[in-house]
C-alpha cells in the first residue's frame, strides 16, 4: 500500500472536458508537491503547496491541499491535449529527511 | 532555472556488465536522488546523497551503489547488471535541508538483455 494514493490511475478524456484529480494519505504533509512528466522524460515540477487549505492556480491548472495537510487535488478547466501526461503528487514530511513519498501518478489523456 | 543532466537517454547492456549512470545539476544543490521508475510501481527512491563523500540507501538499494565525489556529479553503478533492473531511472536534485521541491533530469532509459 502506497503512502501516497493517487485517484484515478488513469484517465482519457475529449478536449475541451474539466477533470479532478485526487491524491491521499492518512499520514500528515508538511508540504505537498505536483509534477507533470512527458513521455521518455523526467517529471517537471508545477507547483507546492504549504499551508492547510491552500489554493494555488496556474493557468488552467488548480491545486487544492486539504485543511489537515493528508490530501490534494488537482482540477483542470478546458482540458486541452497539451495536458496529456502522467501527474505526480508527492508529499514532503520533515521527520523524513530530505526525500519526498511519491503517489503512483494519474495518467492522462486529452483526445483532440 | 535548475538544469539536471544525465549522461545517456538510452542504454542497452547484456547481464553482468557494469553499468554507470551519470547525473550532474549545475545549480550547487546539497541533495541528488536516485529513483527507477516502473509501470504501476511509480517512482523508488534508489539511494540518495546530502553531501560530497555522503550516500544515504533509500528503498530498493539492492544491486546498485552510488558515488558522489564532486558536489555537481552523482553516479548510480549496476555491478552485474540484471534483467530485472531495466528500467527507467531519474536523477534528481534539491536545494538543502528542509528544502524539498526536486528538479528532475530527463532519465535514462536502461536496458538489459
Known amino acids: 500500500t ?22 491521499n494519505s492518512s499520514s500528515v504533509f508538511s508540504s505537498l508537491q505536483w509534477y507533470r512528466q512527458e513521455p521518455g522524460e523526467g517529471p517537471v515540477l508545477l507547483v ?11 493557468k488552467r491548472l488548480t ?10 487535488s488537482l482540477h483542470i478547466t478546458a482540458a486541452q491535449p497539451g495536458d496529456t501526461g502522467l501527474y505526480l503528487c508527492a508529499g514532503y514530511r520533515r521527520n523524513a529527511g530530505n526525500m519526498l513519498t511519491f503517489g503512483g501518478g494519474t495518467r492522462l489523456m486529452v483526445k483532440p | 532555472d535548475v538544469k539536471v543532466t544525465q549522461s545517456s537517454r538510452y542504454l542497452v547492456k547484456r547481464t553482468g556488465e557494469k553499468v554507470f549512470l551519470e547525473c550532474v545539476q549545475d545549480m550547487d544543490h546539497e541533495n541528488m536522488f536516485w529513483y527507477r521508475q516502473d509501470p ?21 538499494p ?10 555537481e556529479r552523482f553516479s548510480l553503478i549496476l555491478e552485474s547488471a540484471s534483467t530485472n533492473q531495466t528500467s527507467m531511472y531519474l536523477c534528481a536534485s534539491s536545494l ?8 528532475f533530469g530527463p532519465g535514462t532509459r536502461l536496458t538489459v538483455t
Open chain 1, 2 to 23: 502506497q503512502l501516497l494514493e493517487q485517484s484515478p490511475q488513469f484517465l482519457s478524456i475529449q478536449e475541451g472536458e474539466n477533470l479532478t484529480v485526487y491524491c
Open chain 1, 48 to 58: 507546492t503547496v504549504v499551508t492547510g487549505g491552500e489554493v494555488k492556480k496556474l
Open chain 1, 63 to 72: 491545486f487544492q491541499f486539504g485543511d489537515a495537510r493528508k490530501d490534494s
Open chain 2, 40 to 60: 504501476g510501481l511509480g517512482l523508488r527512491l534508489i539511494y540518495f546523497s546530502y553531501d560530497v563523500k555522503m550516500k544515504e540507501k533509500g528503498d530498493i
Open chain 2, 62 to 71: 539492492e544491486g546498485y551503489s552510488v558515488s558522489r565525489e564532486k558536489k
Open chain 2, 96 to 103: 538543502g535541508t528542509g528544502s524539498y521541491e526536486q528538479y
